[in-house]
């Protein structure tokens, strides 16, 4: 897809009402087994962030405004405007700001693991400041579920693959350096849409103080803990959170 | 570490930063008259400095580097000195500096010794002996504890380009030796793979010489303290540095290049005054 004189890639599959997937650190390098689980009830669209793999360049993005607008067009280019919309850490900071800016621009909502708000007294931990090989543990109970999702694909350039992996890092680093804090707490209230939040009980990144700073900031918002999980809960347990997510966005009626 | 983690500075857009910082000082330098700045990061209503360089339009710029592409093309195309810095011995400033002066002549550039850089550590004694003697505390203690750096914080997401990322990578598959500030090397290897060089002032200069026609660099920086040297020592380095190896190197390739980088009128200035320092005594 063309986007402001750049490509982003929009992964697709399934058929029905859309229901739109913006992942988490690191992006989507290959197809993750939770959308499978999604298109088998819904047509799942992940676009991808601006540089996470197959996202659109994103060195000219310099503030929170330009990021919160990036997201917009691309959920609009992606024709997600007024689908029910999964955002994951750094992509669930985005989709939450998406739908307080924008009402009617997001159905049903679901936030993984949000990141875009930091307390001092239950600091989020520092994802860009891990030893080298560490990241994966940080990032799901489960490492091996990370490190195998990011490492080089048969037939892949290994540097490449690298070099894209730091992009995505960068690209992360772009938005939440150095706290992780985009403004979005004052804007938490806006959301119109109801929303479930999504947890994981080992979640080495978010303190578990913080589900409440999301709960109670949210009105009418739902929070479920996927035992087990850690920050990227989709990684550790795609089934149990597929389910849960067609549960929330199903609520209505479709 | 310091710039991002300290600081706080998003490592993500420090090179833009750095770049927008560099045309505001130039502006700043050659504008005979205050004038507004409005960029990406730095706004300044007025800007107007106070004192002004002497020469006109600006005085050289010279730039250090770790083996980032965009800073040799950056110096190649602005004629800056791109300045090696390298704690990490002539043999990991190779590669950089051949992709340095690969750059150059991709652009149509002179080989010009002179726009080039390189820094490195140095303790000179009457022998050999003593030069082992009296540098390997301040060596070992330098590697150890001024330049380690805990991997957590080595490398902030975009600190290192892309291009940076994939040469590093490609030295690494060469066999070629990078720059290792998360490790500690043994005072074996700090004097195996050249981090300090150490000797007489004619074993220095040899190296020294060899060192500077092998990368095809003009501009010797000399770290002459280390570690924990102490003034006196310091000293009795930077004499013997000054009157007995520098004088065997200044002939290095003025005969053939124009350097535009250095002032002229301080390429052989006068001693500094003072009184000598006493040399340390080397117990047997």
């Not at chain 1, 772009?174 to 004052?186: H, K, M, N």
């Not at chain 2, 001024?146 to 066999?175: I, K, M």
């Given at each position: 897809?063309?986007?402001?004189?750049?490509?982003?890639?929009?992964?697709?599959?399934?058929?029905?009402?859309?229901?739109?997937?913006?992942?988490?650190?690191?992006?989507?390098?290959?197809?993750?087994?939770?959308?499978?689980?999604?298109?088998?009830?819904?047509?799942?669209?992940?676009?991808?962030?601006?540089?996470?793999?197959?996202?659109?360049?994103?060195?000219?993005?310099?503030?929170?405004?330009?990021?919160?607008?990036?997201?917009?067009?691309?959920?609009?280019?992606?024709?997600?405007?007024?689908?029910?919309?999964?955002?994951?850490?750094?992509?669930?900071?985005?989709?939450?700001?998406?739908?307080?800016?924008?009402?009617?621009?997001?159905?049903?909502?679901?936030?993984?693991?949000?990141?875009?708000?930091?307390?001092?007294?239950?600091?989020?931990?520092?994802?860009?400041?891990?030893?080298?090989?560490?990241?994966?543990?940080?990032?799901?109970?489960?490492?091996?579920?990370?490190?195998?999702?990011?490492?080089?694909?048969?037939?892949?350039?290994?540097?490449?693959?690298?070099?894209?992996?730091?992009?995505?890092?960068?690209?992360?680093?772009?938005?939440?350096?150095?706290?992780?804090?985009?403004?979005?707490?004052?804007?938490?209230?806006?959301?119109?849409?109801?929303?479930?939040?999504?947890?994981?009980?080992?979640?080495?990144?978010?303190?578990?103080?913080?589900?409440?700073?999301?709960?109670?900031?949210?009105?009418?918002?739902?929070?479920?803990?996927?035992?087990?999980?850690?920050?990227?809960?989709?990684?550790?347990?795609?089934?149990?959170?597929?389910?849960?997510?067609?549960?929330?966005?199903?609520?209505?009626?479709? | 570490?310091?710039?991002?983690?300290?600081?706080?500075?998003?490592?993500?857009?420090?090179?833009?930063?750095?770049?927008?910082?560099?045309?505001?000082?130039?502006?700043?330098?050659?504008?005979?008259?205050?004038f507004p700045f409005n960029g990406r990061f730095y706004k300044h209503r007025y800007v107007n400095i106070w004192p002004r360089p002497v020469q006109?339009?600006?005085?050289?710029?010279?730039?250090?580097?770790?083996?980032?592409?965009?800073?040799?093309?950056?110096?190649?195309?602005?004629?800056?000195?791109?300045?090696?810095?390298?704690?990490?011995?002539?043999?990991?400033?190779?590669?950089?500096?051949?992709?340095?002066?690969?750059?150059?002549?991709?652009?149509?550039?002179?080989?010009?010794?002179?726009?080039?850089?390189?820094?490195?550590?140095?303790?000179?004694?009457?022998?050999?002996?003593?030069?082992?003697?009296?540098?390997?505390?301040?060596?070992?203690?330098?590697?150890?504890?001024?330049?380690?750096?805990?991997?957590?914080?080595?490398?902030?997401?975009?600190?290192?380009?892309?291009?940076?990322?994939?040469?590093?990578?490609?030295?690494?598959?060469?066999?070629?030796?990078?720059?290792?500030?998360?490790?500690?090397?043994?005072?074996?290897?700090?004097?195996?793979?050249?981090?300090?060089?150490?000797?007489?002032?004619?074993?220095?200069?040899?190296?020294?010489?060899?060192?500077?026609?092998?990368?095809?660099?003009?501009?010797?920086?000399?770290?002459?303290?280390?570690?924990?040297?102490?003034?006196?020592?310091?000293?009795?380095?930077?004499?013997?540095?000054?009157?007995?190896?520098?004088?065997?190197?200044?002939?290095?390739?003025?005969?053939?290049?124009?350097?535009?980088?250095?002032?002229?009128?301080?390429?052989?200035?006068?001693?500094?005054?003072?009184?000598?320092?006493?040399?340390?005594?080397?117990?047997?």
């Open positions: 897809m063309d986007l402001a004189g750049s490509s982003a890639r929009v992964w697709s599959l399934g058929s029905g009402d859309a229901v739109g997937y913006l992942a988490g650190i690191g992006g989507l390098p290959r197809w993750p087994q939770v959308l499978d689980q999604l298109a088998t009830q819904r047509r799942v669209v992940a676009p991808s962030l601006p540089g996470f793999p197959g996202g659109a360049v994103f060195r000219q993005l310099d503030s929170q405004l330009d990021w919160l607008l990036a997201a917009r067009d691309l959920l609009v280019a992606s024709g997600l405007e007024g689908a029910d919309l999964v955002g994951v850490s750094i992509g669930a900071a985005l989709a939450a700001d998406v739908a307080a800016v924008w009402p009617g621009l997001v159905r049903r909502l679901v936030l993984i693991s949000p990141l875009g708000v930091f307390d001092e007294r239950q600091p989020t931990a520092d994802i860009f400041a891990q030893p080298p090989g560490q990241l994966g543990r940080l990032l799901c109970a489960d490492g091996t579920r990370f490190d195998e999702h990011v490492t080089v694909a048969d037939g892949g350039d290994p540097v490449e693959w690298s070099v894209q992996s730091v992009r995505a890092m960068e690209s992360a680093a772009r938005l939440l350096w150095p706290l992780g804090d985009t403004g979005l707490a004052s804007r938490l209230e806006r959301i119109p849409c109801p929303a479930l939040l999504l947890f994981g009980s080992d979640d080495r990144v978010l303190p578990a103080g913080m589900r409440d700073v999301f709960a109670q900031a949210i009105a009418g918002s739902r929070v479920q803990v996927v035992q087990r999980a850690g920050h990227l809960v989709d990684l550790d347990d795609p089934e149990t959170v597929a389910g849960l997510i067609l549960d929330h966005i199903d609520a209505a009626g479709h | 570490m310091d710039t991002c983690f300290a600081y706080g500075q998003n490592p993500s857009m420090l090179r833009d930063r750095y770049l927008e910082a560099c045309e505001l000082i130039k502006r700043a330098w050659s504008e005979s008259q205050p006109s339009p600006r005085p050289p710029i010279w730039v250090p580097g770790g083996g980032a592409p965009e800073t040799w093309r950056m110096c190649g195309e602005q004629g800056y000195v791109y300045a090696a810095l390298s704690y990490f011995g002539y043999e990991t400033a190779r590669g950089v500096l051949h992709g340095y002066w690969e750059e150059i002549t991709r652009q149509g550039g002179e080989r010009n010794p002179f726009q080039a850089g390189y820094l490195q550590l140095v303790g000179v004694a009457e022998t050999r002996q003593e030069a082992l003697y009296l540098y390997r505390e301040p060596a070992e203690y330098f590697y150890d504890k001024c330049l380690h750096t805990n991997p957590r914080f080595a490398v902030p997401p975009g600190y290192a380009t892309e291009s940076a990322v994939r040469f590093r990578a490609g030295q690494r598959n060469a066999g070629n030796p990078v720059a290792q500030f998360t490790t500690t090397p043994t005072f074996e290897q700090i004097l195996d793979r050249g981090y300090v060089v150490l000797g007489s002032p004619d074993e220095v200069a040899e190296c020294l010489r060899g060192i500077a026609e092998s990368l095809n660099v003009g501009q010797l920086m000399l770290l002459a303290h280390f570690g924990n040297m102490d003034r006196e020592l310091t000293r009795y380095n930077m004499r013997l540095l000054a009157e007995r190896v520098a004088p065997q190197l200044r002939d290095l390739f003025s005969d053939r290049w124009p350097d535009h980088w250095w002032p002229p009128n301080a390429r052989l200035a006068p001693e500094v005054g003072g009184t000598a320092p006493r040399g340390p005594t080397v117990s047997a």
